[in-house]
């Protein structure tokens, strides 16, 4: 039975876009760690691309928590899931509210 190319998105761990999207990721988390503002209109952006519809709940629930470490002020611990290399974060990250902060309000 062939595989579908569902699993064959699943089955590659080390693309070279995901391996930007992460770049880009490592990047953010400084800027966001620099400038707390940034933390907020991240989540404000989160907000309004859940409120449209644009992402699931799952992605919402998955970004929240995240970005609440940073808010809470757990600084390693958000660095840390942000960056961290599995199935879920790589998922997590193409629908990233962190990309172009600096340009959004």
């Not at 629930?61 to 599995?86: C, M, P, R, T, Y």
């Amino acid at each position: 039975m062939p595989i579908s190319r569902r699993q064959r998105t699943r089955l590659r761990t080390d693309s070279p876009r995901d391996r930007q999207i992460l770049a880009l990721h490592v990047a953010a988390v400084e800027k966001l760690i620099a400038d707390p503002l940034l933390a907020k209109n991240a989540l404000e952006k989160l907000e309004r691309r859940y409120a449209a519809g644009l992402i699931k709940h799952s992605i919402y629930i998955g970004w929240f928590s995240i970005l609440d470490l940073l808010i809470h002020h757990q600084v390693e611990s958000f660095k840390l899931a942000v960056v961290a290399d599995n199935a879920y974060m790589r998922r997590l990250r193409r629908k990233s509210p962190m990309i172009a902060l600096d340009c959004d309000n």
